[in-house]
């Protein structure tokens, strides 16, 4: 996977499926705050300090980036099964701790949760992309195909 800097500010980016590689018809509109890399740290002076770091330095951002329906759509599939899974291990673990179930079911069902909020954070890294603020005030979308960081880098700003 490759990581691609967009400029200063979001542009049009060509027909080319950031996951995939392959000629991208549809676009997903992505919106969100990013911070540099330099507030990640702060964490270690406490939440409260890294809470306001990040609010002070982050940024804005609206993309349209292209995605073929196949990468969109297992996107979308493995997030609704992991929130399920955590969900569903949630909700059991507690109802099996208030009902005095016996402590293994509570811990295989809490495991279920843990293993569902896993199944998240690996479908985020795998099926999806990143998107990073420079110390210069570039976007950047990491964790994404070379065939896409190609188009982006040959295509005028």
């Known amino acids: ?7 200063g500010g979001p542009r049009d980016l060509p027909a080319v499926c950031a996951k995939s590689g392959l000629p991208a018809s549809e676009t997903v ?11 990640a740290p702060t964490v270690l002076f406490g939440f409260l300090p890294w809470l306001l770091a990040r609010t002070g330095a982050s940024r804005r951002y609206e993309l349209e ?4 329906a196949d990468a969109w759509r297992r996107f979308r ?21 208030g ?3 016996a402590a293994s ?22 099926n999806w992309f990143g998107i990073r603020l420079s110390p210069d005030g570039e976007y950047g979308l990491t964790r994404v195909h070379p065939r896409f960081a190609d188009a982006v880098t040959r295509r005028p700003r």
């Open 1 to 7: 996977m490759a990581t691609v800097w967009l400029g």
């Open 29 to 39: 509109r992505v919106a969100g705050r990013a911070a540099p890399s330099w507030v």
């Open 65 to 68: 980036v292209p995605l073929t």
């Open 77 to 97: 599939t493995f997030r609704s099964a992991g929130r399920a899974a955590a969900l569903t291990g949630l909700a059991c673990a507690a109802v099996a701790a």
């Open 99 to 101: 009902t005095s179930a």
């Open 105 to 126: 079911t509570v811990l295989v069902l809490a495991g279920v949760a843990i293993v569902g909020g896993v199944g998240l954070l690996v479908n985020e890294w795998v």
